[in-house]
Nanobody, 117 residues
């Protein structure tokens, strides 16, 4: 129901845009989020966007990553610029009707982002 795409290999300083297309949920009423999990580390919350468009981002990515949503396309995006090697991780999207981030209703499969130095 959540299909993430857009990952890849990029050099440090480069940019990528991740997409997460959804189906089977009422996208417009769901809060959406991006998480990431680096090898050997716990999954961490990267950015969130509420149904009203309000956004939040982790300190590590503020000023570099932007989350956005297109309710007409049932898709959430993560635009990443000035990428760093420490951004290397599998990125996951998630949806939750109430904006819960600890255990959201729905998860997408991950998309790998690798940033080379």
């Amino acid at each position: 129901q959540l299909q993430a795409s857009g990952g890849g290999l990029v050099q440090a300083g480069g940019s990528l845009r991740l997409s997460c297309a959804t189906s089977g949920i009422i996208f417009s009423i769901n809060a959406m989020a991006w998480y990431r999990q680096a090898p050997g580390k716990q999954r961490e919350l990267v950015a969130t966007i509420a149904s009203n468009g309000r956004t939040n981002a982790a300190d590590a990515v503020k000023g570099r990553f932007t989350i956005s949503r297109d309710n007409a396309k049932n898709t959430v995006y993560l635009h990443m610029i000035r990428l760093k090697p420490e951004d290397t991780a599998v990125y996951y999207c998630a949806a939750d009707r109430f904006g819960r981030t600890a255990n959201p209703d729905y998860w997408g499969q991950g998309t790998q982002v690798t940033v080379s130095s």
